[in-house]
């Protein structure tokens, strides 16, 4: 059983309204930022460029995480992370209320509406994010800290793949309108319980300050002064803005060029998420044996074979539709190598007492950047027809680039430094797969009352 209860687990029992949180949270994001937002907004006759931005805000508004974090002192924690969360459910209402609507020739502001609807849902995301992974963490006793996390991801993630496979269901049974209503009004509950389950949790006591001298002075010399990190972000930088387009403009033209239907396409996106979990499953028993290094390749020639697979799919068509399962399924695989290997070897790359200011920067420069991605790609990848279509050979285009980077990866791997044996693992992952958690690190630099403890008083 994943949910602790006093018998089974009475230590994390006290923490279980967190964990209901991650089940309910992940029916929201799942809708709101995944596949289904990239199907209705073709629905609505959206062009790559619009798509392409939508599904980029969550990332390229994260530095709003940083400017939050002056409101800790004022608010607290609890506070923040639920205004923002509530404030951002609010805004699915508007694509709950396009689908109402039904539109059988959408008008072009209903397309404006929901690029809008989706930037306050991400700034507003970004803001409440700003406290919420650090609330819990220091909430949580260390000891079980470890158990929680995993626990959390665990439930987060069979959620999102039940959201999926209802999703896919009710394509089958449902007009495409019908199904996306259902799809929101399961986003907006998800919104509303998990606001109530993180209401449940106890405060904790708020930080006095940030530490701003040191973002303004650590910040630049990390990004751009020789070192091992300094290798490491850039070829995480290059990884993210090759690949971060991938899912959602594969999704784009499987629905709007390749006419697929849409529950495949949802099916498509599970095996997507379950490649993820796959890779991440297969890797927990090895790394500490053989290091990230292994698995940092095994991502680049996984992202490199979906490219070619991806070429060869574009060349022949139909004939090449078999290839579709496997293509998503080894889309997550890539992922997945890369999400464990990344935080394992950021765990050895960085030290202990002081890796805060390193985590957050590696995060935001990789998101932000990454986040560019999808926008400029959206722009070339616009078909010539009035309908909205994909540019077939821009996006072949794409995937070449895509190839050649995974390459020039392979190339620059043996810089990084070989790095074995156990290690204390980063908990606070989960940012790779939801952005709005990216520089949640940062916070990390408040003083909080333990260091005005050590430090006397102020």
């Not at 209705?40 to 460029?49: E, I, K, P, V």
């Not at 969360?85 to 709950?96: N, V």
């Not at 959206?378 to 980077?405: C, T």
Request: glycine content about 8%; proline content about 6%; overall charge positive.
């Amino acid at each position: 059983m994943f949910i602790p209860t006093l018998k089974n687990d009475s230590e994390l029992y006290p923490y279980r309204h967190g964990l209901y949180f991650a089940f309910f949270n992940a029916l929201n994001w799942q809708v709101a930022t995944g596949t289904t937002l990239v199907l209705f907004m073709a629905q609505l006759g959206a062009d790559s460029f619009q798509v392409g931005l939508v599904c980029s805000w969550a990332y390229l508004l994260t530095p709003v995480q940083v400017l939050a974090t002056a409101f800790l002192p004022h608010l607290g924690y609890k506070k923040l992370t639920l205004a923002g969360w509530g404030a951002r459910s609010l805004f699915l209402l508007i694509p709950l209320g396009l689908a109402l609507m039904a539109p059988a020739a959408p008008a072009a502001w209903m397309v404006y509406a929901m690029v809008a609807a989706m930037f306050f849902y991400s700034f507003s995301g970004s803001m409440g994010s700003a406290a919420m992974l650090n609330w819990l963490y220091v909430l949580v006793p260390a000891h079980v800290r470890g158990r929680y996390w995993s626990t959390d991801q665990m439930i987060s993630g069979t959620a999102a793949v039940g959201t999926l496979i209802v999703s896919a269901v009710l394509f089958v049974v449902l007009p495409p309108y019908g199904a996306f209503l259902v799809q929101y009004l399961i986003a907006i509950f998800g919104a509303g319980m998990a606001f109530r389950m993180l209401s449940q949790l106890p405060d904790i006591e708020r930080p006095m300050m940030m530490s701003l001298e040191k973002i303004v002075t650590d910040t630049p010399r990390l990004m751009l002064m020789p070192s091992p990190f300094r290798t490491y972000l850039w070829l995480a930088v290059l990884l993210f803005v090759t690949t971060t387009p991938i899912l959602p403009f594969s999704v784009y033209y499987l629905k709007a060029t390749a006419g697929l239907k849409l529950s495949h396409i949802m099916l498509f996106t599970m095996l997507h998420f379950l490649g993820l979990v796959g890779a991440n499953w297969f890797m927990r028993s090895r790394m500490d044996r053989t290091g990230a290094k292994p698995f940092f390749l095994l991502s680049f020639v996984a992202y490199a074979v979906v490219a070619v697979g991806w070429l060869v799919f574009l060349h022949t068509g139909s004939v090449a539709n078999l290839l579709l399962p496997g293509l998503f399924l080894l889309i997550g695989s890539a992922s997945g190598c890369w999400t464990s290997a990344n935080l394992d070897y950021l765990a050895r790359l960085l030290p202990e007492h002081d890796r805060a200011l390193s985590l957050s920067i590696h995060g935001a420069a990789s998101a932000f950047l990454g986040g560019f991605s999808p926008v400029i790609w959206g722009l070339f990848l616009k078909g010539g027809d009035e309908v909205p279509s994909v540019n077939v050979l821009v996006f072949e285009a794409f995937f070449v680039v895509v190839f050649l980077s995974m390459l020039l990866l392979i190339v620059l791997l043996p810089r990084l430094g070989v790095k074995t044996g156990p290690v204390e693992p980063l908990l606070g992952g989960s940012w790779l797969l939801r952005p709005f958690r990216v520089v949640a690190n940062l916070i990390n630099l408040a003083e909080g009352p333990a260091d005005r403890r050590e430090d006397g008083p102020r």
